[in-house]
């Protein structure tokens, strides 16, 4: 069973601290992870697609690295505006992504 | 560009009413479809997915049915609403056969039951 464990939970930062939130994971063959980002209220917006180990793409001020037991999302100098729940998943065999239970995340101003 | 539509935004019924919730997509063919729940503090919970026209495959038993009844609309049903039916509901949708580029979601039901 594939199985997603995000950490930590909630995560507090002033504007400009940067941080990272960790996604570990257990998976079948793994046919990628999923960084989503989540608005109160909302659905969860696509971010990234990680396929290998090694892999690291970025957005703005994101970075998502993965290695082959976690990937890490890196905020970098973070603004008000980044606060989100960011959300994992991972993709095995079975082709049905399994989700974390994603970090939440406020940048004071 | 592809678009999803999920429709109520909020919805409050009383135990024991029905429930219909309708999503549609725009924009592409063939998706693959899904609904999911997510309660509270919770994960995103899976309920039903299908690959095509009248193929509903269920994750987990409840009192609750899809039908996909044309290639892009999708529709999460109850005929009697629990308790426990209350959650955010979102519907999504990625295309490829079974191979998962990445979610779309749609805007999302918040269903209150009373």
Redesign the interface.
């Known amino acids: 069973e594939d199985q997603v464990t995000q950490s930590p939970e909630a995560l507090r930062l002033q504007e400009g601290e940067s941080s990272s939130l960790n996604c570990s994971y257990t998976v079948s063959g793994l046919?990628?992870l999923?960084w989503?980002r989540q608005d109160p209220?909302?659905?969860?917006?696509?971010l990234f697609?990680l396929y290998s180990a090694g892999e690291e793409k970025e957005k703005e001020r994101l970075k998502a690295t993965l290695t082959k037991k976690e990937s890490f999302l890196h905020i970098t100098a973070p603004k008000p505006e980044d606060s989100a729940t960011y959300?994992c998943?991972v993709?095995g065999g079975s082709?049905?992504?399994t989700?974390?239970?994603?970090t939440s995340l406020i940048v004071h101003p | 560009s592809q678009t999803i539509h999920?429709w109520p935004a909020t919805l409050v019924q009383p135990v024991g009413s029905p429930l219909s919730l309708e999503c549609t997509v725009e924009g592409t063919s063939n998706p693959n479809l899904y609904w999911y729940r997510q309660a509270a503090?919770?994960?995103?919970q899976?309920l039903f997915?299908s690959v095509g026209i009248g193929q509903i495959s269920s994750?987990v038993p409840q009192n609750l049915s899809a039908s996909r009844p044309q290639d892009r609309q999708f529709i999460l049903s109850s005929k009697k609403l629990l308790l426990s039916d209350s959650g955010f509901y979102?519907c999504?949708w990625n295309g490829g056969a079974?191979?998962?580029?990445?979610?779309?979601?749609?805007?999302?039901t918040?269903l209150t039951i009373v």
């Open positions: 046919r990628g999923f989503y209220g909302k659905g969860p917006e696509f697609t959300l998943a993709q082709y049905i992504p989700f974390g239970r994603g | 999920q503090g919770r994960g995103l899976l997915y994750e979102l999504a079974l191979i998962n580029y990445g979610y779309t979601f749609g805007s999302g918040r």
